[in-house]
């Protein structure tokens, strides 16, 4: 059976207490040139993790699920 991880991609939200992981280039720094988000260390392939406070042994599973879908 296929079990989605609890940790998705994700719109940042801040007033939310779980884990979310967030693409920079597509969400925070859009409106920024390809070149702009170079200049501020933000590169195509970049993942930003805010953890919250589920079990950390919980984040860990579901990052360690989501990696393996990686190409």
């Known amino acids: 059976?296929?079990?989605?991880?609890?940790?998705?991609?994700?719109?940042?939200?801040?007033?939310?207490?779980?884990?979310?992981?967030?693409?920079?280039a597509t969400t925070a720094h859009l409106q920024l040139s390809a070149e702009e988000q170079l200049a501020s260390s933000v590169t195509p392939d970049l993942m930003r993790v805010s953890v919250g406070i589920e079990n950390i042994k919980d984040i860990i599973a579901d990052i360690e699920e989501a990696l393996k879908v990686v190409p």
């Open 1 to 24: 059976m296929n079990t989605v991880p609890t940790v998705v991609l994700t719109v940042r939200d801040d007033w939310d207490a779980k884990t979310l992981v967030t693409h920079p």
